[in-house]
């Protein structure tokens, strides 16, 4: 299963799956039509902008403004909101001129990595209510709108630190 992934990213598939905080619910951030089922999912506002797990500090680097340094920070715990070099670069992930990035400190980035695409990052729950760190948690209609489920037990997690200009935000 674990080296299909890349495959099944490229598939438009929808994961739930572990970061080093909390479950996530993610797909290829390239594919539109995946990106607003996930919205769906979440029953979350279409407007509303997304994360993502960024392939490469190289990918980071040529498609946004970096303001930080980002080898401080990724791969952790931490999404880095970027000005985008072009406004209208992933604007169904963000509608605005910036988009968080991250690269999580997990085995399972490296798999999503390996597909070379941006990839969605948002917690695995019903918009506004609380993040998991369980699959048994997550809701029954949560389940059943995703593809795979990647189960690493339980997670230790709070929701990453945010960093915008270059400072740590408390959420």
Same mark, same amino acid.
């Given at each position: 299963?674990? @080296? ?12 739930? %799956?572990p ?12 594919? !539109?039509?995946?990106?607003? @089922? ?8 279409a407007?509303?902008?997304l ?6 500090? +190289?990918? !980071?680097? #040529?498609?946004?403004?970096? $303001?930080?340094?980002?080898?401080k %920070?990724?791969?952790?715990? %931490? ?7 072009? &406004?209208?670069?992933?604007?169904h992930?963000?509608? /605005?001129?910036?988009l ?15 597909? =070379?695409l941006p ?8 918009? =506004?209510?609380?993040? !998991? ?5 997550? &809701?029954?209609?949560?389940? +059943?709108?995703? $593809?795979?489920?990647i189960? %690493?037990? +339980? ?5 990453? /630190? ?6 740590e935000? #408390?959420?």
């Open positions: 299963m674990e @080296k299909n992934i890349p495959k099944y990213i490229l598939a438009g598939k929808i994961f739930i %799956y970061t080093d905080t909390i479950y996530g619910i993610g797909c290829d951030a390239t594919n !539109i039509k995946a990106v607003n @089922k996930i919205k769906e999912i979440k029953q979350r506002d407007g509303k902008p994360s993502i797990i960024a392939p490469s500090i +190289e990918w !980071i680097k #040529e498609n946004l403004i970096v $303001d930080c340094d980002l080898e %920070y990724l791969p952790g715990p %931490y999404t880095i909101i970027l000005k985008k070099k072009n &406004s209208k670069f992933l604007s992930v963000s509608s /605005t001129d910036s968080g990035v991250r690269i999580p400190n997990h085995e399972f980035t490296k798999m999503i990595q390996k597909a =070379g990839f969605i990052t948002t917690s695995v729950n019903l918009s =506004g209510e609380s993040f !998991i760190t369980k699959i048994s948690d997550i &809701s029954p209609e949560i389940l +059943e709108g995703v $593809d795979q489920v189960d %690493y037990g +339980e997670l230790n997690g709070n929701p990453s /630190t945010l960093i915008i200009n270059g400072k935000v #408390e959420r």
